[in-house]
């Protein structure tokens, strides 16, 4: 088993739709939960971070985190064509020290 | 704020000679720096993590001889690739974390734009 999984995708959604991407991981003991926005060519960017159980909103993004299932959701609202990108899942198991592992991502493409 | 850049952004070289990538935190204290790989299609693999004044710690499989990594400022960390090879053509991008906050776990990694080596 994969240490943090993604549907690889590509998922595919109409400009306007709401996107759902998801994520597992399996180590239970992970405290920190991060989604990542990587164009083709560049480095991710941040989207948004979440600690706790429970939703997380920002925008037309909400992270969705519940640890006993082990899962940790992105939603994006009012999907734009600009939002096409790959998204990382990123976990931090914080085992001794700063121990960031990535899923391998989704491909999202917003048609227009 | 939390900018970090890298430089070259893309290098070309050829086989047996070693190039240097360069890290830097612009406008914080970066207390960690992490060097990830990322070929084609793939996702981030971390190599390493080093602290300011420390020797780097590497992830299982990454030869330390072969990526050096020297941290010895806290706005500098550089990755060196020695006698590099073809199959060490990849995508090299260097994080940075201030781990300035009470508790670590809050401390986000900002990224770097990443450098493209190709080895002839």
């Known amino acids: 088993q994969k240490e943090v999984e993604q549907n690889s995708g590509p998922l595919s959604v109409p400009e306007g739709a709401i996107a759902s991407l998801n994520c597992t991981y399996s180590?239970?003991?992970?405290?920190?939960f991060f989604w990542y926005r990587q164009y083709s060519g560049k480095s991710p960017e941040l989207i948004m971070s979440?600690?706790?159980?429970g939703d997380k909103e920002d925008g037309r993004f909400t992270a969705q985190l519940n640890k006993a299932s082990q899962y940790v959701s992105l939603l994006i609202r009012d999907s734009q064509p600009s939002d096409s990108a790959t998204y990382l899942c990123?976990?931090?198991?914080?085992?001794?020290?700063?121990?960031?592992?990535f899923g391998a991502g989704t491909r999202l493409t917003v048609k227009p | 704020g939390a900018v970090v850049s890298q430089h070259p952004s893309r290098v070309i070289c050829k086989s047996g000679t070693s190039v240097k990538i360069e890290c830097r935190s612009l406008?914080?204290?970066?207390?960690?720096m992490f060097w990830y790989r990322q070929f084609p299609k793939q996702s981030l693999m971390l190599m390493a993590t080093?602290?300011?004044?420390?020797?780097?710690?590497?992830e299982q499989g990454v030869e330390k001889d072969k990526f050096l990594i020297n941290h010895a400022s806290l706005t500098l960390s550089t990755l060196t690739v020695t006698s590099a090879h073809p199959e060490d053509s990849s995508f090299y991008i260097c994080?940075?974390?201030?781990?300035?906050?009470?508790?670590?776990?809050?401390?986000?990694?900002?990224f770097g734009p990443g450098t493209r080596l190709t080895v002839l």
């Open positions: 994080s940075a974390s201030e781990g300035s906050g009470p508790d670590p776990i809050y401390d986000e990694q900002f």
């Open positions: 406008d914080f204290q970066a207390t960690t």
């Open positions: 990123a976990v931090n198991r914080w085992s001794n020290n700063n121990d960031m592992r």
């Open positions: 979440i600690y706790s159980n």
């Open positions: 180590d239970r003991g992970s405290q920190s």
């Open positions: 080093s602290n300011e004044g420390s020797k780097a710690t590497y």
